[in-house]
């Protein structure tokens, strides 16, 4: 079974701090993403890589960067962590169909 | 404006009954219908999808029914099992590879024993 690790299962950060959050998945998969998921509202994409060094803005990809400099790893950056960033964040993959597999999501809190 | 609506954000069911957790949605090109179950502590995994060529599909003992008249689908569960009780998600797709698939707010379900 393809596998999508998140390096943190929970995260408290700084307002303010640059924030790391790390996703690695084993199955050679060429697409990669980040959601956030919070109450009501689901989950909501903020970036996705279709393939090495290449990614594409979601629908929220404000106060967020993302780095995909190998096929397995896909970081997402909070260049300056806001408590309105904190959240459940989801990395997921996909081999170009459309069921994803996820990893089991990194809750961030910023204080 | 949310393309993709679960209107009940819980429902509560008995063991062996069914379960309809149902889902809306606004954008007519969305071509790929999917449900996923989460777990809590757990990221979401695939349950079950739908294409807007087909009204149903089926898989043991979940079942998704697409109206694309009403731009609406129900996920059926019968019967139910403790086992179910989860976060269920609806999402949608348009085009090709999947990408961008909006998902709904989710519903929590309880299947009581």
């Known amino acids: 079974d393809v596998k999508v690790t998140q390096s943190s299962r929970y995260l408290v950060k700084r307002t303010g701090e640059k924030v790391f959050l790390e996703c690695v998945q084993d199955?050679?998969?060429?697409?990669m993403f980040w959601y956030r998921q919070d109450p009501g509202l689901g989950l909501r994409l903020i970036y996705f890589?279709?393939?090495?060094?290449?990614?594409e803005k979601g629908d929220i990809p404000e106060g967020y960067s993302v780095s995909r400099e190998k096929k397995e790893r896909f970081s997402l950056i909070l260049e300056s962590a806001s408590t309105n960033q904190t959240s459940m964040y989801l990395c997921?993959?996909?081999?170009?169909?459309?069921?994803?597999?996820f990893g089991s999501g990194t809750r961030l809190t910023v204080v | 404006d949310q393309q993709v609506k679960q209107n009940s954000p819980s429902l509560s069911v008995q063991e062996g009954r069914i379960s309809i957790l149902n889902c809306d949605y606004t954008?007519?090109?969305?071509?790929?219908f999917l449900w996923y179950k989460k777990y809590p502590a757990e990221g979401p995994t695939f349950l079950i999808s739908?294409?807007?060529?087909?009204d149903k599909n089926e898989d043991g003992r979940f079942t998704v029914f697409l109206n694309k008249s009403a731009k609406h689908l129900s996920l059926h569960i019968v019967p139910s099992q403790p086992g179910d009780s989860a976060v269920y998600f609806c999402?949608?797709?348009?085009?090709?590879?999947?990408?961008?698939?909006?998902f709904g707010a989710g519903t929590r379900l309880f299947v009581k024993a």
């Open positions: 997921a993959s996909t081999e170009g169909g459309y069921g994803y597999t």
């Open positions: 199955m050679d998969h060429e697409n």
């Open positions: 890589s279709y393939d090495v060094k290449m990614k």
């Open positions: 954008n007519s090109m969305f071509d790929y």
């Open positions: 739908i294409s807007s060529i087909k």
């Open positions: 999402a949608a797709s348009a085009g090709g590879g999947g990408f961008k698939t909006i």
